[in-house]
């Protein structure tokens, strides 16, 4: 996975501070990453996100991690998530950055509904990121494009999600 693939485009408010979620032996979590239930019957046992997603329909999206889980591959453990809003905007990625490289370019996305993708399911190393922005428009895909001023914020995508893609909605 990887360390601050996702980071808020401008600063949370205080009251909404992240939560704490138990997190199965398996693959670690880490700050940045979007994170998952398993299924909406255990929504207390939280995973990196798979790719491709979120899907508005399936309701199965916590946040973005906080922290660094506590898991290891033989031991379960937590992490703290920052609950996704459609009020925050987040910067990620593009996924192919000449699909996005130029203002015109860049704006004609703005509204598209998109997906995230992981292309690497685990890596030694935490920071090579993995997680970038589609930019295919779809009308159950979780992810909104948002004005940017790629100038000001190159190599970057903004982005809020939709309500919808919320375990808790």
């Given amino acids: 996975m990887a360390s601050g693939d996702l980071t808020y485009r401008q600063p949370r408010s205080a009251e909404r501070g992240a939560m704490l979620y ?3 032996a398996g693959t670690p979590i880490y700050a940045g990453e979007p994170v ?7 929504p207390t046992v939280v995973e990196p996100a798979l790719t491709n997603t979120p899907d508005a329909s399936a309701h199965l999206y916590v946040g973005i991690a906080a922290t660094n889980s506590t898991n290891t ?3 379960s453990g937590t992490v703290e998530v920052n609950p996704i809003s459609s009020k925050d905007a987040i910067l990620g990625n ?3 950055a000449a699909t996005w490289d130029t203002q015109t370019e860049y704006d004609a996305l ?5 997906l995230i993708k992981n292309s690497v399911s685990v890596t030694a190393t935490p920071t090579s990121g ?3 922005l589609l930019a295919s428009d779809s009308a159950n895909n979780g992810c909104v494009v948002q004005p940017l001023d790629i100038f000001k914020n190159p190599g970057k995508v ?5 309500d919808s893609t919320n375990y808790l909605t």
């Avoid at 903004?158 to 939709?162: D, E, G, L, N, V």
């Fill in 158 to 162: 903004a982005f809020c999600f939709r």
């Fill in 110 to 114: 703005v509204g598209a509904r998109v």
């Fill in 130 to 132: 993995t997680y970038t």
């Fill in 94 to 96: 593009p996924d192919v």
């Fill in 73 to 75: 591959t033989s031991a």
């Fill in 22 to 24: 138990n997190v199965a």
């Fill in 36 to 42: 998952q239930v398993r299924t909406l019957s255990t």
